[in-house]
């Protein structure tokens, strides 16, 4: 999913959610958690190319066309969430960590519904397995073949 796409869907749904819930920086935690757990793409593309400079659009461009050759992405992780989640439970117990807790597993569950990976790609524990490398992780669909190309697509 884009940078935008994430924005409008989490927007959306804090605006459904303050209806039920009024924790403000749950709220907040929640929207941040939501669109900026991406920051770890970020990290990605300095590591790959060594270009500092932000830039929604070179970002889009590389991520989106499948352009890079490691998926760390350190923030997209299921166990991340879970060993934070344990973590208030037992020690912090603070109810507007739920709202960040809720934004991160939201956005992960639209990343693995909607980006073209394996759904166990958002395991770290499976990434590292892997050795993190990025085609391991692309899943076929219905004659399209995802290859880190040009334009990411190619026709089988």
Request: proline share 1%.
């Amino acid at each position: 999913m884009t940078f935008r796409q994430h924005v409008t869907i989490t927007t959306g749904l804090l605006l459904l959610v303050s209806f039920f819930w009024k924790n403000y920086l749950g709220l907040l935690l929640f929207w941040l958690g939501g669109i900026f757990i991406d920051v770890d793409h970020y990290l990605d593309y300095v590591k790959e190319t060594g270009d500092t400079r932000i830039s929604l659009r070179r970002l889009e461009d590389y991520f989106y066309n499948l352009k890079e050759q490691k998926f760390y992405c350190v923030f997209h992780s299921y166990e991340l969430i879970v060993l934070l989640l344990f973590i208030n439970i037992f020690y912090l117990k603070h109810d507007y960590l739920y709202g960040l807790l809720a934004g991160l597993a939201m956005h992960i569950i639209l990343d693995a519904l909607f980006n073209p990976v394996k759904i166990q790609c958002y395991l770290f524990l499976y990434r590292l397995k892997h050795a993190f490398v990025f085609s391991e992780f692309l899943q076929q669909k219905a004659g399209i073949q995802y290859l880190p190309t040009s334009n990411g697509l190619s026709e089988d």
